[in-house]
């Protein structure tokens, strides 16, 4: 028999003090920045300070730029806030991209064939309605199967992603501005109906005005309500939830409807109040974005507004970077993979720690 | 070191954060000897065992296997030096036979066909007298069969020392006594065994040494034959304690549940429940025998309004009130009807409560629909959480601490504590004390004598028969889904429940009610 003990063994933390676990992932938000500029030193052949100064710069070097940050934060913020309530009942909704999608195609749809009808504000309330509604039916759908017949969500959802992108494409088909262009083009761009209107001078304060009283909205549900207490006790064991009363498939799908719903007015503001126009790409991939930013805040809308922040600085920044140094886009997609994947993997370091053999004492 | 030992072990100490499961634990095992190893649960017997069957690896401390020094990293190495342990949990396919399952995973010897090995595993089963049936697949099998095969595996692979986690839990006492026969023969037979359990009588009967552990600490070892119950008791709670309960004679008894030939069946259609009926009087405790999985589930939870019923009534009797049908009517629809029914589910932190919520979010499972409009009222339930903490002496850091971070008495306070609030006037329980030190058992009878007292309907399912037979008025018995008979407690005997739970004698026989 070989008499060695193992090199290095895990061993469950009891318990971790906050200022552990926000000095863990200080460290690793750290570690990930070294990463990087080994990444960027590699590439660039640059300072990494000076590429560092360029993300800042890139975020919030000039007020638009800062405001462009907010304008992403809020909108990632918005789906992160839709998704917790599914997530903490523990369904796996995948399919946000496809509720922000269907929401700003209603948006962009009600823009176009309603925009010389009614005035401004009539036409937005009626846009935050209608989004809404079409999220939250694209919401609806994968919950009802699944409290019907129990399908599989998280395929069910990922693929109510592909039929909304097609259904968006069919649409551009008629929308097309100019024609031949295959895209819909700027919404609009005369009367500016449909468009969020400026306050104070700023086009995006309405956005950031809808996203917190949602976030805060969100907050107290989830928090005070009863129904945010069923959403709970059935996340954690249906069984328990049946014991206690509680009707499983409908909590199922009335959560699914609100965030549904919330993810699909994240698409208006997409649509409305920055893009003022639809493609396939409006969504741009912050349905799956969200999915981190809704986990790692352990679903506290308050901790969610820090880590989407983090995350679009870094985004902004990444892009910046990318045309001062003459990196394609692809560069600013690795830096922040690698500050996810340091983010998410010091997740393991907050829950456990590692013991090393011990030297052998001569007995 | 001494060879005559199969296994020694020397300040063995693992700690799973603050948790220290075993503190530099001693423990010897002779070569052909029976040693049991009994302590409470939590005591670390388990953990204790996994160190050496290679699950969990020590943090100090040596084993020594036939004298010489090892390092068990996984269980592999623990097979090597021909250690078998056989789980509580047992780990077989249902769809293979007992010979295949016995040689998954082992490297076929060359021209070594199915035939073979079965006429293998036969001679084993001969030569110890078993009762399996090699050929036979495992979902036709009894738990008792399904332990069987548990065993003949590790014998297969060569095991001369065995390790049994509390291997009677799931077996009537008839199957008991045949597992003790066949461990008597593997001993004479020269194996080396250690049986974990924390039943007294068992020790008594089986083992040549005792060994003892308390919250993770040895205790001691004795020989068998110079112990007594009284004796191992106090080495494993540490005092005195007085084993018995107080029965009070049932007053005012009238009827208040009803249950009228109730069937069920499981996902997979077959019957759970077969005809059942049963009546439970207030002011009595209606024990439920039978072996696992007899159907005492389905009992409670139909009531309860938990389970699907194909067939049958049951009808709730209230104090000076008209009777109430319960049947096809949803938990929501009961409470609203105003039955004080209260449920105590085998389950306690998959059904009962929700482990990762703390003491008041758990009060708050019966109550959270109370309350202005879409808030819900914390107030109540975090005074009634502060009540049981205080009544109950749950031993907690605080009312917000998660109930899964609670022992497994504590957890049971919190759970009981909730369902006794409401003054129920039919109280279910299901195995009210697995799990449970004497002190906290002793805690849970007590509460259950005062309901009774109070004039609740109590009706309590256990698997510890001579438990079932101190505590109750009247015990049902349930064999394979049907109601075998009712037996008056303060007459029955082991034996006639043993019996009956195996369907030797029927219900004509065995009622002798009053």
């Known amino acids: ?363 | 070191m001494d060879t005559n030992y199969a296994i020694e072990l020397k300040n063995v100490t693992k700690r799973f954060g603050e948790v220290v499961a075993n503190d530099s634990v001693d423990l010897s095992l002779k070569k052909g000897e029976i040693l049991a190893i009994l302590g409470e649960n939590g005591s670390g017997k388990t953990t204790l065992m996994n160190m050496i069957s290679g699950i969990y690896f020590p943090d100090e401390g040596h084993i020594f296997v036939n004298g010489q020094e090892v390092t068990i990293r996984s269980p592999k190495d623990s097979f090597d030096l021909g250690i078998g342990m056989i789980h509580q949990h047992f780990k077989l396919v249902p769809i293979f036979t007992a010979a295949e399952n016995i040689v998954l995973g082992l490297p076929a010897e060359k021209g070594q066909g199915m035939s073979r090995v079965e006429a293998d595993v036969q001679a084993l089963v001969d030569r110890y007298g078993f009762d399996m049936n090699p050929a036979r697949k495992i979902y036709d099998m009894s738990v008792s069969q399904k332990q069987t095969v548990e065993i003949v595996k590790v014998l297969y692979r060569g095991a001369e020392i065995l390790i049994l986690d509390e291997p009677t839990a799931v077996l009537t006492p008839q199957e008991t006594e045949r597992l003790f026969q066949v461990l008597k023969n593997m001993r004479d037979d020269g194996k080396s065994i250690i049986i974990i359990t924390h039943k007294l009588n068992e020790v008594m009967e089986i083992s040549d040494r005792v060994a003892v552990l308390r919250k993770g600490k040895y205790i001691g070892t004795v020989k068998t034959s110079e112990a007594t119950i009284p004796s191992l008791t106090e080495m494993m709670v540490g005092e005195k304690v007085s084993l018995n309960i107080d029965r009070s004679e049932p007053v005012n008894s009238e009827l208040r549940l009803e249950m009228k030939g109730v069937s069920c069946r499981n996902k997979e259609g077959t019957v759970t429940l077969n005809k059942a009926s049963f009546a439970a009087r207030s002011g009595e405790i209606l024990g439920v025998a039978g072996i696992s999985g007899s159907g005492q589930k389905e009992l409670l939870e139909s009531i309860a309004g938990l389970q699907h019923m194909e067939e049958g009534e049951i009808w709730y009797y209230p104090p000076g009130g008209e009777p109430q049908a319960l049947h096809s009517l949803s938990v929501t629809e009961i409470r609203n009807l105003g039955v004080r029914l209260s449920f105590v589910p085998e389950d306690r932190l998959g059904m009962g409560l929700v482990g990762s919520m703390d003491i008041t979010n758990n009060m708050m499972l019966r109550s959270y629909r109370n309350g202005k409009g879409l808030v819900t009222d914390r107030k109540t339930p975090e005074q009634l959480a502060r009540t049981i903490i205080e009544e109950l002496e749950v031993v907690t850091p605080g009312v917000t601490t998660p109930v899964r971070r609670l022992s497994g008495g504590n957890v049971q306070k919190v759970l009981v504590g909730r369902e006794i609030s409401s003054n129920p006037t039919v109280l279910m329980v299901a195995y009210p004390v697995r799990g449970l030190d004497i002190n906290y058992s002793y805690t849970i009878y007590n509460l259950l004598n005062k309901q009774k007292e109070n004039g609740a309907a109590v009706i309590c399912v256990g698997e510890d028969l001579d438990v079932l037979l101190e505590l109750c008025d009247r015990i049902l018995v349930l064999q394979g889904g049907r109601v075998a008979g009712t037996v008056d407690a303060r007459s029955a005997t082991k034996e006639q429940l043993g019996l009956m739970m195996t369907g030797t004698i029927g219900k004509e026989e065995a009622v002798n009610e009053p």
């Not at chain 1, 600085?313 to 600013?332: E, W």
């Open chain 1, 1 to 363: 028999m070989n008499h060695k003990e193992p090199l290095v063994r895990m061993k469950k933390r009891s318990t971790v003090s906050l200022k552990q676990a926000v000095l863990v992932r200080l460290v690793a938000v750290l570690l990930s920045l070294v990463v990087c500029a080994v990444f960027i030193v590699i590439v660039t052949q640059q300072n990494p300070l000076q590429v560092y100064a360029g993300i800042v710069d890139g975020a919030v070097g000039t007020g638009r730029r800062a405001w462009v940050t907010v304008r992403e934060t809020v909108v990632l913020l918005l789906i992160a806030v839709g998704l917790a309530p599914a997530f903490k009942m523990r369904f796996w909704n995948i399919g946000a991209e496809g509720q922000v999608l269907m929401g700003g195609l209603a948006s962009a749809a009600l823009m176009i064939y309603l925009g010389d009808l009614l005035p401004n504000v009539v036409l937005l309330v009626i846009i935050f309605v209608a989004s809404m509604l079409a999220g939250l039916i694209w919401g609806y759908i994968p919950a009802f199967f699944k409290a019907r017949y129990n399908t599989n969500e998280t395929l069910f959802t990922l693929m109510m992603n592909y039929v909304a992108m097609q259904i968006v494409t069919f649409c551009i088909v008629f929308w097309e501005n100019p024609a031949g262009s295959n895209t819909v083009g700027i919404i609009n761009s005369a009367s500016q109906k449909g468009w969020f209107p400026s306050i104070a001078g700023n086009s995006y304060i309405l956005n950031v005005i809808i996203v917190l009283i949602f976030t805060v909205l969100m907050y107290f549900y989830m928090t005070y309500s009863k129904q945010g207490y069923e959403i709970a006790v059935v996340g954690e064991s249906q069984n328990t939830a049946r014991y206690a009363g509680i009707n499983v498939k409908r909590v199922i799908k009335r959560t699914m409807m609100i965030s549904g719903a919330i993810c699909g007015l994240a698409g208006m503001v997409t649509v409305c109040g920055a893009g003022h126009t639809i493609s396939t790409s409006t969504a741009n991939g912050r349905g799956f974005t969200a999915i981190i930013v809704a986990w790692m805040a352990k679903f506290n809308p308050f901790f969610m507004v820090l880590i989407s922040a983090l995350l679009v600085f870094m985004q902004q920044g990444a892009i910046q970077i990318a045309t001062q140094f003459g990196l394609n886009k692809n560069a600013s997609d690795i830096i922040t993979g690698i500050i996810l994947f340091f983010l998410i993997g010091c997740e393991f370091f907050i829950n456990y720690e590692l013991e090393f053999r011990k030297k052998q004492k001569e007995a």
